[in-house]
């Protein structure tokens, strides 16, 4: 094995921060390579403090190095200054855990969180000394893999993968594992690359673009079809049944710098169904499926022990949604090792399902912030993105959480959503003021910040459809809310960068003819593009106009029923119809209500994999304005199936 820390560690000297590259924290694997063993290397294409908390590339990691056939390493984006290094003294891209050169693995897989880090992929492949189109390589280039929640339009990257994986990695990791194992175990000849591809597309979840046909008229996109009778005209996404049978990570990398999210994480549930119709982690990953709490307790008792972490975060799209989540939350304070005090973070909680009792068990802990997601400023807006809380739950959780001693909230708005007025947003405003009038009555110190993003349609969402905000709007959008905000004491405002919300439109639901494009930004510099420092807007507009690519076309308007996607064909485990019409009840403003506690809406997520939620209560955790029929105003109306794949009826309430 080439080992390439000599050559870098009088380098490191030379960087801002050089613990990004050494290895060596708690929980790391040492590497055992040997022949029969399919190497791995997982690449998180931004820097090493936001890619070590990823927990998707922390379970495969670990699932990987359990078996005996492979052999999984970890590396991450270098930063620039020590990328301009690397590249001066001719060296590569290497893992953290043994400094091996990138170009010495099979495999290259990447983990797609966000459109924008596209160009840093690219500059990771051209750095570990392969060819960054997929046409150019040869066997005994490593094959270019890809999975997280962006593969679900990898279309812009198709240039540049060699393969992609849809949905749930734990199983497919060694299914791959074996296909390529027989191939390097064949020889890798001339000519087997194709071969190996192919092979590879006959997994279950597994897209391998160059399989396909892109077939386009003018400018719009006719047909995807497979070049072979054995690809499948249609890739399903991979589900896990049962998130018991997978307990990772079992032993959690604790850095040995500062990192994002530095504490211990347990997921306590896959999946969501509130329904939410502008939240695409919500769509892809249904159905819903909960962890058991006693092994919850367990993975956070022996994570605590091992890593010396004060705070643990139960993840999940909805953490308070979790069944029986007051027991678990005191159970885990109670269970903390030695009787030492621990904080317990829940991420995503929804307003309408926190109560003064999770209020009260978590300020027991080291008081962490807190973080709801109204998502939109006026009841009308959250019928129409199905965010079925009221301003009153509102207001109920954030009074819960000013009695029990907190003195900020955190709250998260979208702007530029479908059908919004200036009323909806000047609603976030309003809210705002009241959360901090409400903290008041308990401390002169309440405050509440309140972050506004740019609203991005995303594929297998009801809003796929929907023609995204300009710039201009956008702009003006949060021009009103600085106006409505900035006499109100204790609100702080914070918005993302509305340029950085068109390139991600453009990259969220592009097709095939923008990898020219995102090769032309890269060549020219454009890394760490979600960096806001290092973001290039006008670049991105030359380039698309020098490609002559259209970015309104792309991003600005609306599509229509029979057109055709550029990810029509892949499948999120949704129904084209279900999307349609919720996409229709959206316009209608018409809410639904979480399929968990109400009828069956045949969206497709359990029917079509014979799965069915894994939720351990009947009945709603908080009994929420969603969560069952009641507190729905008067005369609305919701889709119905009584039986899955039965035709859907019109059910009133």
């Known amino acids: ?120 992929v690219l500059n990771c492949i051209d750095l570990a000394g392969v060819p960054v189109r997929a046409t150019d390589r040869r066997p005994e280039h490593p094959l270019v893999v890809a999975g997280g929640h962006c593969t679900y339009n990898p279309e812009p990257l198709a240039d540049f993968l060699d393969a992609v994986v849809l949905g749930d990695g734990e199983e497919v990791v060694g299914e791959l594992t074996e296909v390529v194992g027989a191939w390097k175990a064949s020889g890798r000849t001339e ?32 047909a995807i079809t497979p070049r072979y009778p054995d690809v499948p005209e249609r890739v399903e996404k991979r589900t896990v049944a049962d998130l018991a049978d997978w307990p990772y990570p079992k032993r959690q990398l604790v850095p040995l710098t500062e990192v994002v999210h530095d504490r211990l994480n347990v997921e306590v549930f896959r999946g969501c169904t509130r329904g939410c119709r502008f939240c695409q982690a919500g769509m892809i990953t249904r159905p819903v499926r909960e962890r058991p709490a006693e092994q919850v307790r367990t993975m956070v008792a022996d994570g605590l022990r091992r890593s010396g972490y004060d705070e643990v975060a139960l993840t999940s799209l909805s953490t308070a949604d979790y069944s029986g989540i007051e ?34 068990e978590i300020q027991r802990s080291k008081r962490t912030g807190l973080t709801f997601a109204p998502e939109a400023g006026t009841w009308r807006m959250r019928r129409v993105i199905n965010k079925l809380i009221r301003d009153e739950d509102l207001y109920a959780a954030v009074e819960s959480a000013y009695s029990q001693g907190w003195r900020r909230v955190k709250l998260y708005f979208l702007t530029g959503l479908p059908t919004e007025t200036d009323a909806d947003t000047l609603g976030i405003a309003e809210l705002a003021r009241n959360v901090v009038q409400i903290g008041r009555a308990h401390t002169k110190q309440a405050s509440a910040t309140v972050s506004v993003g740019g609203f991005v349609p995303k ?22 809310l600085r106006d409505a905000t900035k006499r109100e004491r204790g609100v702080q405002l914070k918005w993302h960068d509305p340029r950085a919300s068109l390139i991600e439109g453009l990259a969220s639901r592009g097709d095939r003819r923008l990898g020219p494009v995102i090769e032309t930004v890269w060549r020219k510099g454009g890394t760490f593009q979600e960096w806001s420092e290092r973001f290039d807007h006008d670049l991105w507009v030359d380039t698309m106009a020098a490609h002559g690519l259209d970015i309104d076309w792309y991003v600005h308007r609306h599509r229509d029923e029979h057109e055709v996607l550029p990810w029509q064909h892949l499948s999120a485990g949704l129904h084209q119809d279900f999307l349609w019409q919720d996409w229709r009840d959206a316009l209608a403003e018409v809410g639904l209500p979480d399929c968990r506690w109400t009828p069956c809406y045949d969206c497709g997520a359990c029917t079509g994999y014979s799965i069915e939620h894994i939720v351990a209560s009947a009945v709603p955790p908080a009994g929420g304005s969603q969560g069952t029929w009641q507190d729905l105003p008067p005369g609305g109306e919701v889709p119905v199936a009584l039986l899955p794949g039965r035709p859907v009826e019109v059910a009133r309430w």
Do not use: C
């Not at 897209?207 to 996109?221: A, K, N």
């Not at 678990?328 to 317990?344: K, T, Y």
């Not at 594929?459 to 009103?480: A, D, H, S, Y």
């Open 327 to 360: 027991d678990l939350v005191r159970g885990v304070i109670d269970d903390a090792p030695g009787g030492q005090p621990v904080s317990v973070s829940l991420p995503s909680l929804r307003v309408d399902a926190f109560t003064v009792g999770i209020a009260s």
């Open 1 to 120: 094995m080439n080992d390439l820390w000599p050559q870098l560690e009088p380098l490191l000297a030379k960087v801002q921060k050089p613990a990004r590259y050494i290895g060596l924290e708690d929980g790391a694997i040492r590497p055992e390579h040997g022949p029969g063993k399919v190497s791995w290397l997982l690449v998180y294409p931004d820097t090493y403090e936001i890619g070590l908390p990823n927990q998707g590339l922390q379970i495969l990691y670990e699932i990987l190095n359990e078996r005996a056939d492979a052999v999984a390493e970890r590396t991450y984006a270098p930063w620039v200054d020590l990328e301009e290094l690397l590249r001066a003294r001719g060296l590569p891209l290497f893992s953290v855990d043994s400094h091996r050169p990138a170009g010495e693995f099979d495999l290259l897989a990447f983990n797609l969180s966000a459109e924008l880090v596209y160009t840093n």
């Open 459 to 480: 594929p297998f969402t009801p809003f796929q459809w929907f023609g995204q905000n300009t710039v201009t709007e956008l702009r003006r959008k949060i021009g009103l």
């Open 191 to 222: 000519g087997s690359r194709e071969h190996v591809l192919r092979e590879l597309a006959k997994v279950p979840g597994v897209y391998v673009p160059s399989m396909y046909e892109v077939t386009y008229d003018g400018r719009d996109l006719v």
